[in-house]
Structure formats: structure tokens, C-alpha cells
Nanobody, 126 residues
Framework: QVQLVESGGGLVQAGGSLRLSCAAS????????MGWFRQALGKEREFVAA????????AYADSVKGRFTISRDNAKNTVSLQMNSLKPEDTAVYYC???????????????????WGQGTQVTVSS
């Protein structure tokens, strides 16, 4: 069993920055892939970014590449998402997710992930 708790969401103006964090507990955090997804109102959940167990491999959605950075601290059991140059279209609930079956391959489908956090709201005003 894995528990994931996100924090760091909020309201920011376009062009601003936010840093999301996800705290994990319950299993050996350093063994598995961690990802971030988002779901805007009325839209399907979409992949944002993910990171391998050791942080050496990362993947990003084209829409956030160059603006968002995912990182992890295995000593603190946390994964973070630094979001810069935010746009109104980044407004969504952001979810942290854990894929316990893989350590290096980065899946982009939400169904590949086993555990999810409760989500944190990010709102970008124009």
C-alpha cells in the first residue's frame, strides 16, 4: 500500500511559477516510477511528467516541455513538479501517481499507475 499526498497548488497569474510536492509513504519509495497527471474541468486526465526510480530518466508532455521540471528526493520520499511560465491552460487538478511495477520505463497512460493522491488545484489567471 502506498499513500500519496500532494501540496503546493494555488492561484497564480499567467507567467508565474508554482512548485508542487508529493509525499509518499507505505512502500520503498526509491523502487518505482513516479508521475504527475492533471485533469481540467470537463476534460480527460492527461499525462504531465514522470521520473524513473533514480531520477535519471524523465518524460514530459509536449505541452509542458521546457516549462515544467520533475524531480525526486528518495531520502525524503518526495517528488516535485516545478512549474514555470504558467499559462491559463495549465489550470487543472494535479495528481501525483506511483507505478509500482516499473522502475525505469516511463509509462504515460494513467491506467499504468497503481496509486494516486487526492489532487491539488492549480489555477492560472490571465
Amino acid at each position: 500500500q502506498v499513500q500519496l499526498v500532494e501540496s503546493g497548488g494555488g492561484l497564480v497569474q499567467a507567467g508565474g511559477s508554482l512548485r508542487l510536492s508529493c509525499a509518499a509513504s507505505g512502500r520503498t519509495f526509491s523502487n518505482y516510477v513516479m508521475g504527475w497527471f492533471r485533469q481540467a474541468l470537463g476534460k480527460e486526465r492527461e499525462f504531465v511528467a514522470a521520473i524513473s526510480w533514480n531520477g535519471y530518466i524523465t518524460a514530459y508532455a509536449d505541452s509542458v516541455k521546457g516549462r515544467f521540471t520533475i524531480s525526486r528526493d528518495n531520502a525524503k520520499n518526495t517528488v516535485s513538479l516545478q512549474m514555470n511560465s504558467l499559462k491559463p491552460e495549465d489550470t487543472a487538478v494535479y495528481y501525483c501517481a506511483a507505478d509500482l511495477s516499473r522502475s525505469a520505463y516511463i509509462p504515460r497512460g494513467g491506467s499504468e499507475y497503481d496509486y494516486w493522491g487526492q489532487g491539488t488545484q492549480v489555477t492560472v489567471s490571465s
